[in-house]
Nanobody, 117 residues
């Protein structure tokens, strides 16, 4: 049973920074991809950033966050991170960790990020 546990959300002012963490119950190399999605009130869940769990670690970002957010991984800690800088009010959402392996996909319970003055 795969478990993904997010942490690091909170309230931050516009222009501020946060770092989200997602700890996986198993080794990261069990997965093909891991990533972060977000869902704002009244909107559909959308991809924020994704990283391929290989030695290369190819990353993909949504246009709205490219250049401001950085996804990374720590294989030794079975954890991925999302470094979020220059946060905007429109980044307010529940952020979910996602893992994909073969035909399976798993989700964390989410962590709330609120960007407001």
């Amino acid at each position: 049973q795969v478990q993904l546990v997010e942490s690091g959300g909170g309230l931050v002012q516009p222009g501020g920074s946060l770092r989200l963490s997602c700890a996986a119950s198993g080794r990261l190399f069990n997965f093909n991809f891991m990533g972060w999605y977000r869902q704002a009130p009244g909107k559909q869940r959308e991809l924020v950033a994704r990283i391929r769990i290989t030695s290369v670690g190819v990353t993909n970002y949504a246009d709205s966050v490219r250049g401001r957010f950085t996804i990374s991984r720590d294989n030794a800690k079975n954890t991925i991170y999302l470094e979020m800088n220059s946060l905007k009010p429109e980044d307010t959402a529940v952020y979910y960790c996602n893992a994909v392996q073969g035909g399976g996909t798993w989700w964390g319970k989410g962590t709330l990020v609120t960007v407001s003055s």
